[in-house]
């Protein structure tokens, strides 16, 4: 191809849009397990007295395309009746129209009971079937009903259905949050009479000290509160607390209680008062609203939870001082003490309900830390600790999309394939099986079925039509699926069973096919005729590919093209002006494609396409020996960048791999003065684009360039450079193994070198991480050090039998070597050498059986293994 270029080692090789200018931005969309974990958030947020919060998630939640707008306003309604912001959530609520079920109408009943209009709540709740409730509405439900009752005057029946919202509550915090409703409820129930104050002032007096007094000091500070006299109230139960007596526990609480809701939690009085309930209270529930209401503040470091976390004997809710803690931690970004509140829950109870939301906060740092195999993990377990559901739905998304981030592809396609069939909630099941087709896409290609074969490939799109067939994977989706399949498959050979695919799906209609006349239906119409175009052209069809690139063109200029937006209309003819240049040059038409290369930068100057004709130019230039021309014309484009000021310069992006492509040409020409030029250009690679994925590439290159000029020193300094910087890349063991050759080529002028090359080779040769090729290549370089050491033959040649053994005689290995690009290579010279060592100590017999490995799995070197077989021949018979 002409747009290849010079190879790279390791992944990266040029931009995306260089090899492929049409790539979809949303080839890959992560989406569904980043809006699930927000909404974790926000019930974080809720959980945690924070509804404020809880909403502005929400908010942004509804704002991003494709979140399910019916779950989300419902959560925000949710979060806005909790902050006491009854308009709002009525007005979200009326933003659903078509969704109005079971919980659009109980939350529109619990909103009409806090403004006291009970017969519309009545209403409401008649149109409530509860046994259509998720768990976490049910207890609400049957709040709403005891609501009602009490303002019917039925005390009796309001206290039974308040007991029994309390008993189908999905967790204690929500039995927490069921208590401090009622108590808010009491507290709303608007100015009394001046004469029930009045009694009630005289009833506090007569039973003074008694548990009949006491009932009538709590009402009395209600009455006194909903009079507007709020100072009196507070000052009422600040005098009942202090006269009460140490027994009269369930008193001191409910009062503790009533003054911090009274004074409220921001107030010294208020504040005071919780902090008592929860520091020394004796009913759990009540202890639990407290926190609530106290909120963050006191799970700052230093603050009362760390106080009460380290009581001794255990503070009676030590769990749940813990989950909370490690939840405003986790939203404060204190990671580390997150985790670990979240890991003493787990020790010390590990039978806890809690479990499953100490797990949450796990998740949540892990996937913040982008530790996404340990968030995989965390969300696996989290999954097992909960029955079947929506959240343990939600949780396999998140599950499989960890997964998916931590490059485990063939989990995540197990993981999607699982949650498919729990039909989680807001989560649009089109976009999981395109997540699914992905994973399984990436799969095959990570090796996922031993190695990248046809079968492989032929199983998988068997997969996929079968994964098409599903009536929850919509059109578009679909499309985009089989886009990302086709370049999988145009990218590894398979370009005749991609041209199959996209022939086929662009030859159907109806429900097959994107909805006609939307923007997204025309833009995948678009760039898969370009694919087909661009496949015909890889196919050697160059003549076919001129004639789709010239009908593509067609469509897109004069009445055919007038719905198709200017920007997607340049894109999509500046590419095909690219592909018919570069059939012409496959066709030997040299002036022709050069015609249009000047067209192209003519009329689209500051196109991509425009830009990578440079490059394409350049390949075909120096395909045919004409490297300074080929360099000359990359100048240009390093110029061009360079020259071009304006925001979101076309260029930059093309500049980097043209320099190194630019070092490249220069290093062909073999010559000092050329590898002093191609050091230049990749030294300005790093300097004028050090965010670019080629940096370390062309550092590498730089390193590779001194050797050839025999500086090893700086060379030396280039590979420990990158060693040291980049530690993660995915390349540093290449950069590694660099490294050691450079010491090893200085190792006869000091044998400090030596031993540093043999340190960092016998580290790669047992890295599990590295690949077979590379660990067999640093055991085959380590164990000819050892060979050069007098009495360390035998250590050479266990180094060398034991790369064998691994990599060679292993059947599950061996498979692996062969597909590897130069493992066969250095297996080979690992056989050479063992044997030839072998055979210096007259272990012919040994020396034979290596030998006849190189021939026996027909490695590179066969010749030269059969000529020293051929010196060890039995003698013939005499006659």
Known sequence: ???????????????????????????????PAELLLQQQAAQHALELGLPTVAAEIYRGLLAVPGGDRAVLTLALATALLDDGRVDEADQALQ????????????????????????????????????????PADLGWFYFLQGQLADAAGGGQKAQALYDQAASVAASDQQRAQFALAESQAELRKGPPDSSLLDELRRNVDKYQGTLTG?????????????????????????????????????????????????????????????????????????????????????????????????????????????????????????????????????????????????????????????????????????????????????????????????????????????????????????????????????????????????QAWLALTALIDQLAADPALDAVNRWKAEWNLARALEAHGQISSARARVDKLLGESGAAAPPAGSAESADLRLRMAWLQTRLAFEAGQSEQALKLAGALVDSLTGAAGAGIPAELRTLVVSAELLQ??????????????????????????????????????????????????????????????????????????????????????????????????????????????????????????????????????????????????????DDVLVAQMALADCHCAQAANNPAHAESAAAIYESLSERPDASAELRIEAGYKFGLLQQAQPGHEGDAQKTWWRLVNVFLLDPAKSADLGATATGPYWMSRTLLALGDSLEQQQELDQAREAWQLIVRDNLPGGALAQERLTRYLPAPAKP
Request: aromatic share 8%.
């Open 1 to 31: 191809m002409l747009m290849a270029g010079a190879g790279l080692r390791g992944q990266t090789a040029l931009p995306a849009e260089t090899s492929a200018p049409l790539l979809m931005a949303n080839e890959v969309k992560p989406e």
């Open 95 to 134: 933003g659903i129209v078509a969704e109005r079920g079971e919980a659009w109408h109980l939350r529109e009943g619990l909103i009409a009971a806090v403004r006291k209009n009970f017969d519309a709540a009545r209403t409401e709740a008649a149109a409530v079937k509860p046994e259509a409730l998720g």
């Open 214 to 454: 006491y009932l009538y000091v709590r009402q009395y500070a209600v009455v006194l509160d909903e009079s507007g006299r709020k100072n009196d109230a507070i000052l009422l139960l600040q005098r009942q607390l202090l006269a009460l007596p140490p027994s009269a526990h369930a008193t001191a609480d409910d009062f503790h209680l009533l003054l911090g809701l009274i004074a409220g939690p921001d107030t010294d009085p208020g504040r005071q008062a919780l902090t008592e309930l929860l520091r020394s209270g004796s009913d759990r529930t009540k202890q639990r609203i407290a926190l609530q209401l106290l909120g963050p503040a006191a799970a700052r470091p230093g603050g009362l939870l760390d106080e009460l976390i380290g009581l001794t004997p255990p503070h009676p809710i030590l769990e749940d001082l813990l989950l909370f803690r490690a939840q405003a931690n986790l939203m404060d970004k204190r990671y580390g003490l997150a985790r670990t509140d979240a890991n003493l829950l787990l020790e010390k109870f590990p039978g806890s309900p809690l479990k499953p939301a100490a797990l949450g906060v796990l998740l949540g740092d892990a996937w913040e830390q982008r530790r996404y195999h340990l968030a995989a993990d965390y969300a696996t377990q989290a999954r097992a600790a909960l029955p079947p559901g929506q959240m343990h739905a939600q949780l396999g998304v998140i599950e499989a999309e960890a997964w998916f981030r931590a490059n485990d592809f063939s989990s995540a396609a197990d993981a999607y394939a699982a949650v498919l069939g729990e039909k989680p909630a807001g989560v649009d099941a089109g976009a999981l099986i395109f997540q699914r087709v992905q994973a399984e896409i990436e799969a095959v290609q990570a090796g996922r079925d031993g190695n990248e074969n046809r």
């Open 580 to 729: 018919e240049a570069g059939a012409d040059f496959a066709l030997q038409r040299t002036d022709a494609a050069l015609g249009l290369l000047n067209k192209l930068r003519a009329d689209f100057p500051r196109s991509d396409a425009a830009i990578q004709s440079y490059i394409v130019e350049a390949n075909y230039d120096a395909d045919h020996d004409r490297l300074k021309d080929a360099q000359a014309l990359l100048y240009k484009l390093v110029v061009a960048a360079k020259a071009d000021q304006t925001a979101g310069n076309p260029y930059a992006r093309y500049a980097p791999y043209a320099l190194y492509l630019a070092a490249n040409f220069a290093e062909r020409h073999e010559q000092d003065n050329d590898f002093e030029d191609a050091v230049r250009l990749t030294a300005q690679l790093a300097h004028d684009y050090p965010q670019s994925d080629l940096v370390f590439y062309a550092l590498l290159k730089q390193g590779d360039l001194h050797r050839k000029l025999n500086d090893f020193g700086q060379a030396q300094q280039d590979y420990e450079y990158l060693v040291n910087t980049y530690p993660q890349h």
